[in-house]
């Protein structure tokens, strides 16, 4: 069973002092700095493990996007009374504020399809779809190939306004069991 670390990636204990563990101090320098160039976290991870520089010096254990998020966001990395400083508070916020502005662009969502988002789900393999940056939905599904075309908002929005409009002019489709019918632009 893997052990998680006691002490942040980048320090070591000896005699026991905390002190900069210079491998590591590499690696947090190397993070901070390809993520402020553009690289994706997944990105760092993979260059990390090609260069051999093992998360936990006591296990085989394999670099992934949660383990560079988890340093980009340590403000240990800042010093503190324990801990030796590692990034400057210049680069630590500039980064944090990267990665801020990133999660919010990604998860914009407009207001009128918030409540819809979790309802929509694909024809073929019936997961959800997921709406990207540039306002298409696509079925993310590992094994399903269904889009031939991509859903955008406004194809969204009419396949809901029309299945409304159907529900008033006949209330009575409301009536007995419901029945889910798939939308075909």
Same mark, same amino acid.
């Given at each position: +069973? ?10 070591? +204990? ?15 320098? %190397?993070?901070?700095?390809? /993520? ?8 760092? !991870? ?6 051999? $520089?093992? /998360?936990?010096? &006591?296990?085989? !254990?394999?670099?992934?996007?949660? +383990? $560079? ?7 240990? /990395?800042?010093?503190?009374?324990? /801990? ?6 210049? $680069? ?32 073929? &393999?019936? %997961? ?10 696509? &079925?993310? !599904?590992?094994? &399903? ?12 929005? !009419? ?18 069991? $419901? %029945? +889910? ?5």
């Amino acid at each position: +069973m893997a052990k998680n670390r006691r002490i942040p990636f980048g320090y070591q +204990m000896i005699n026991g002092e905390i002190t900069t563990h210079p491998r590591e101090v590499y690696a947090v320098s %190397k993070i901070f700095a390809e /993520y402020l160039k553009g690289r994706s976290m997944l990105d760092i !991870s993979k260059d990390l493990q090609a260069e051999g $520089i093992p /998360y936990h010096p &006591c296990e085989d !254990s394999t670099w992934n996007k949660n +383990m $560079i998020k988890r340093i980009l966001e340590n403000e240990k /990395y800042l010093g503190t009374e324990v /801990y030796p400083q590692i990034i400057s508070p210049d $680069i630590f916020h500039r980064a944090n504020n990267k990665k801020l502005k990133k999660a919010t662009n990604i998860c914009i969502v407009p207001d009128e399809l918030k409540e819809i988002r979790n309802m929509t789900i694909c024809a073929e &393999c019936r %997961k959800r779809l997921f709406r990207n940056q540039n306002g298409t939905w696509t &079925c993310k !599904s590992y094994h &399903c190939g269904a889009f031939e075309f991509k859903a955008t908002d406004q194809m969204i929005l !009419s396949a809901v306004l029309n299945m409304l409009n159907s529900a008033i002019a006949n209330p009575s489709l409301l009536d007995g069991e $419901i %029945k +889910m019918r798939v939308y075909t632009p």
